[in-house]
């Protein structure tokens, strides 16, 4: 596994960074070919240690974002590892129950006949004019709202989404400009 670390408003020493490497790597098991794995290192008010953790693997994005109040920087990479292990397993075991689900005769007799609900239920639909605007302009907007999230189409002509972040400020997604 390749890993990328970033420090925030901190500067670790090499044993922290070793620590997380350790654990991180035993979530390679899980990953065909070589995963990517970024872990963001950040220290916050009231001395909160936040350990931001994504890994990549082929198609799928994994990410866990965790924060250790005492200030142990151990205690919230261990808490990460667990949140993507967690994630890991609960994607296998989806993905292993929709394959077995094609695998069994679609035509069974009426007296086994039962209702299943759906994975995803979509029970409800919009449709929304996407007007040019700034990202401020959307961001007023979805405030507006009283929304957390927005979608709009920048001044480029791309389309775009503001949201809120749990931890303050917005986040902006910004599409790559391919026409459909």
Same mark, same amino acid.
């Given at each position: 596994?390749?890993?990328? #670390?970033?420090?925030?408003? &901190?500067?670790?020493?090499?044993?922290? =960074?070793?620590? $997380? !490497?350790?654990? &991180?790597?035993?979530? *390679?098991?899980?990953?065909?070919?070589? $995963?990517? $794995?970024? @872990?963001? /290192?950040?220290?916050?008010?009231?001395?909160?240690? @936040?350990?931001?953790?994504?890994?990549? +693997? +082929?198609?799928?994005?994994?990410?866990?974002?965790?924060?250790?109040?005492? +200030?142990?920087?151990?205690?919230?990479?261990?808490?990460?590892?667990?949140?993507?292990?967690?994630? &890991?397993?609960?994607?296998?075991?989806?993905?292993? =129950?929709?394959?077995?689900? *094609?695998? #069994? %005769?679609?035509?069974?007799? %009426?007296? /086994?006949?039962?209702?299943? !609900?759906?994975?995803? *239920?979509?029970?409800?639909?919009?449709? &929304? $004019?996407?007007?040019?605007?700034?990202?401020?302009?959307?961001?007023?907007?979805?405030?507006?709202?009283?929304?957390?999230? /927005? %979608? /709009?189409?920048?001044? !480029? *002509?791309?389309?775009?989404? @503001?949201?809120?972040?749990?931890?303050?400020?917005?986040?902006?997604?910004?599409?790559?400009?391919?026409?459909?």
């Amino acid at each position: 596994m390749k890993f990328t #670390f970033t420090c925030k408003k &901190i500067s670790l020493n090499d044993s922290i =960074k070793a620590y $997380a !490497e350790k654990k &991180i790597s035993k979530l *390679d098991r899980y990953f065909q070919e070589e $995963a990517t $794995a970024f @872990v963001t /290192f950040a220290v916050e008010k009231d001395h909160r240690c @936040v350990v931001e953790v994504t890994i990549r +693997g +082929g198609n799928t994005l994994f990410r866990a974002q965790e924060e250790s109040r005492d +200030g142990d920087m151990r205690g919230a990479i261990d808490a990460a590892c667990t949140t993507i292990n967690r994630q &890991i397993r609960k994607n296998k075991t989806r993905l292993a =129950k929709r394959l077995r689900q *094609d695998a #069994f %005769v679609t035509d069974l007799p %009426v007296e /086994f006949d039962v209702s299943e !609900e759906k994975e995803f *239920d979509i029970v409800r639909t919009k449709h &929304i $004019a996407v007007k040019p605007m700034s990202s401020e302009e959307a961001i007023m907007q979805m405030n507006l709202l009283d929304h957390d999230f /927005f %979608v /709009f189409r920048n001044m !480029e *002509d791309v389309i775009s989404i @503001v949201y809120r972040r749990k931890n303050g400020g917005y986040g902006l997604i910004e599409t790559d400009g391919l026409d459909e």
